[in-house]
């Protein structure tokens, strides 16, 4: 009942994921309709229910287009939990500042990144050109579609990728 569940709007655009119960509370109140069932079935005592694992809402919910915040967790997964100056795959991992903000970098997409304990200590509060560094790859905002947002969330099912293309 907590497995994740692609949530349409109703001209198929992907809008959230939800668990399995929500899905078929909305699905109970007519409120969305089943699109794909690729988990069998939940049995109650008086029904047999397909355990959904796309729906359509009923109605259109208008809304403007999304944007990804600049959290911590979006920055490892935009750079891959990967160091961004030596290449390492490391448990820790933190943040810097590619302009140290006592020079004025602000907390920008295109001015943090990932980095080893190791680098980021090498680098300390120096430019890249001071500490002898370089970048393997020039940070940028991440897309804000929907095959970005929701199709590397951890839960992406086979149900749910001719949905995540083209948004």
């Not at 959904?52 to 990804?68: E, T």
């Amino acid at each position: 009942m907590h497995e994740s569940v692609l949530v349409l709007n109703a001209n198929f655009e992907p809008i959230n994921i939800c668990s399995t119960r929500r899905a078929v509370s909305l699905m109970l109140a007519e409120k969305a309709s089943l699109i794909a069932n690729g988990r069998g079935y939940i049995r109650t005592a008086r029904l047999k229910i397909p355990a959904p694992s796309v729906i359509r809402l009923a109605h259109m919910v208008h809304r403007p287009r999304p944007h990804l915040r600049l959290t911590r967790r979006e920055v490892l997964r935009r750079d891959n939990f990967t160091c961004q100056y030596c290449g390492r795959r490391a448990e820790e991992l933190t943040i810097d500042h590619i302009i140290p903000r006592r020079l004025g970098g602000r907390l920008t997409w295109d001015n943090v990144v990932t980095a080893c304990a190791p680098c980021n200590h090498k680098k300390g509060g120096k430019t890249l050109e001071e500490a002898g560094m370089r970048l393997l790859r020039q940070p940028k905002e991440p897309p804000s579609s929907a095959e970005y947002r929701f199709g590397r969330s951890g839960a992406s099912f086979v149900e749910w990728e001719p949905f995540l293309q083209g948004w």
